[in-house]
């Protein structure tokens, strides 16, 4: 993701990430040494992963403010069936897109950049998703109405899961239909997963 201070920015000394598990499992993944990419470290990508284990292979992905496209790489890498990536940040978006031209030679998966703002991008017609990585500045206050973005616009299938990221101290202000599967912390961040039900009125 992309924050616009250094107060929340985290591994400022590490550009380079690994792929914890799948088909590109190992490989070195490097993004722009810009302060304002903070991306989801190993360990907690390798949490996440491991509670979305029977639903990764097949999803369509949407890793929305993708800053190294770390969650993104790693979806693809265990059978994502498409991961659409949007990032406003040009040359981190030109990363991503580099790095899939020289993994994805062969298997030839579908995926999508997008450079662009999040809000912007999902305000025009799409078509729902799976799995959303949701981890927008935390300075920015943008979760709550992002959030209700993609319950409102139809980005999200019936049983969606949605991955976020907020300061540890903080409780996700999310539509009242996302029930709260998982969540952990990591120093000043707080991870958490949920799951959409059509059950429940969003709000």
Not at 131 to 158: C, H, K, N, Y
Not at 159 to 176: N, T
Request: charged content about 25%.
């Amino acid at each position: 993701m992309s924050i616009p201070t250094q107060t929340h920015r985290r591994g400022s000394s590490a550009r380079v990430l690994r792929i914890i598990g799948g088909a590109w499992r190992g490989r070195r993944l490097r993004f722009p040494d810009a302060p304002a990419i903070r991306p989801t470290p190993d360990r907690i990508r390798e949490t996440l992963f491991n509670w979305l284990a029977p639903t990764v292979a097949g999803a369509r992905c949407l890793d929305l403010f993708a800053g190294s496209g770390a969650l993104g790489l790693e979806a693809l890498s265990r059978g994502a069936a498409h991961v659409t990536f949007v990032e406003r940040d040009r040359g981190a978006a030109r990363a991503i897109e580099t790095c899939l031209a020289q993994w994805d030679r062969d298997q030839r998966r579908d995926w999508r950049i997008v450079s662009a703002d999040a809000a912007d991008f999902l305000g025009a017609p799409g078509r729902p998703f799976d799995l959303i990585f949701l981890d927008p500045p935390f300075a920015s206050g943008m979760l709550p109405a992002v959030a209700a973005q993609l319950e409102r616009g139809g980005w999200l299938t019936a049983a969606a899961h949605i991955y976020l990221e907020c300061p540890a101290a903080e409780q996700p202000a999310v539509p009242a239909n996302w029930a709260h599967a998982r969540e952990k912390r990591s120093g000043q961040v707080g991870y958490h997963l949920y799951s959409r039900h059509r059950g429940i009125a969003a709000e």
